[in-house]
């Protein structure tokens, strides 16, 4: 394949790459396909079988895990107003930030922080309530199904599989890698970026904030540099030669001697 056809193949590539490194420090990219209709059929089929057998060892199911949630104060009328109130607050300190000024650095850079402390403390009221419902029969199945398709759709750059088969991946030896498929594969089936929380409003400001600092921090250290240079420059010693002045002309009239008288 020629450099030309190689670039075109690679524009054309409309996988989604991530990258993971290993423990030594290498880094090996990976790519995600889109699944074949047998690959979506099997991912099915495998969500049903799992769910039935959840239902046969009489695992909860969704619905079922709500109403234990309420009966235990889990999911209480306490917790719900904690997390609608989170939710407002959350999203009218977006809307202030969407509005900042943008010459009030420490007035924005507190209202950013506040954001994403207001965006963690609503991560962790959610878990709350979806760490449990992850035993249901629904999302034990949903896992199911996801680590099917993870099987299918990761591959090399040159488009060879990982793994050959579901059993393959699940006598994968490497965890690291495993989970990192699973979490690729999951964002990207909810239409999400590897670096989606990267890309919150409360973050790019912060970025923004540290980046103008560090300029300016540097434009000073680079004035410093300057003016320190400045002063280590050896002082120009401009030495002034002065001629002797030159005689005037009668002085030397008289000075000059008489000529010799001729015998």
């Given at each position: 394949m020629?450099?030309t056809?190689k670039?075109?193949?690679?524009?054309?590539?409309v996988?989604?790459?991530?990258?993971?490194?290993?423990?030594?420090?290498?880094i090996?990219?990976?790519y995600i396909?889109?699944?074949?209709?047998?690959?979506?059929?099997?991912?099915?089929?495998n969500?049903?079988?799992?769910?039935?057998?959840?239902?046969?060892?009489?695992?909860?199911t969704?619905?079922?895990?709500?109403?234990?949630?309420?009966?235990?104060?889990?999911?209480?009328?306490?917790?719900?107003?904690s997390?609608?109130?989170?939710?407002i607050?959350?999203?009218?300190?977006?809307?202030?930030?969407?509005?900042?000024?943008?010459?009030q650095?420490e007035?924005?850079?507190?209202?950013?922080?506040e954001?994403?402390r207001?965006?963690?403390?609503?991560?962790r009221?959610?878990?709350?309530?979806?760490?449990?419902?992850?035993?249901?029969?629904?999302?034990?199945?949903?896992?199911?199904?996801?680590?099917?398709?993870?099987?299918?759709?990761?591959?090399f750059?040159?488009?060879?599989?990982?793994?050959?088969?579901?059993?393959?991946?699940?006598?994968?030896p490497?965890?690291?890698?495993?989970?990192?498929?699973?979490?690729?594969?999951?964002?990207?089936?909810?239409?999400?970026?590897?670096?989606?929380?990267?890309?919150?409003?409360?973050h790019?400001?912060?970025?923004?904030?540290?980046?103008?600092?560090?300029?300016?921090?540097?434009?000073?250290?680079?004035?410093?540099?300057?003016?320190?240079?400045?002063e280590?420059?050896?002082?120009?010693?401009?030495?002034?030669?002065?001629?002797?002045?030159?005689?005037?002309?009668?002085?030397?009239?008289k000075?000059?001697?008489?000529?010799?008288?001729?015998?």
């Amino acid at each position: 394949m020629s450099d030309t056809s190689k670039v075109i193949k690679d524009i054309l590539d409309v996988r989604r790459e991530f990258t993971l490194e290993d423990d030594k420090g290498n880094i090996t990219s990976y790519y995600i396909a889109d699944p074949s209709g047998e690959d979506i059929r099997k991912a099915d089929w495998n969500y049903a079988k799992v769910f039935n057998q959840a239902l046969a060892d009489k695992i909860p199911t969704h619905a079922q895990m709500l109403e234990i949630l309420k009966e235990r104060g889990v999911l209480s009328e306490e917790y719900q107003r904690s997390v609608e109130k989170t939710k407002i607050d959350l999203a009218a300190a977006l809307f202030r930030l969407e509005h900042m000024a943008p010459d009030q650095d420490e007035e924005n850079e507190a209202l950013a922080m506040e954001t994403a402390r207001l965006r963690d403390e609503l991560f962790r009221l959610n878990q709350r309530l979806n760490g449990p419902l992850q035993n249901s029969c629904e999302n034990m199945a949903e896992d199911s199904k996801n680590e099917y398709l993870t099987s299918r759709v990761i591959q090399f750059k040159d488009g060879k599989r990982i793994w050959n088969t579901f059993d393959d991946y699940l006598r994968e030896p490497n965890t690291q890698l495993t989970v990192k498929c699973r979490f690729e594969v999951m964002l990207w089936l909810q239409g999400l970026d590897s670096n989606f929380m990267e890309k919150a409003p409360e973050h790019k400001v912060l970025r923004d904030l540290a980046e103008k600092r560090m300029n300016a921090a540097l434009e000073v250290a680079k004035q410093q540099a300057e003016e320190k240079k400045d002063e280590d420059k050896p002082a120009e010693v401009v030495q002034e030669l002065t001629l002797p002045e030159e005689a005037p002309a009668e002085a030397k009239k008289k000075g000059r001697k008489p000529k010799a008288a001729n015998s």
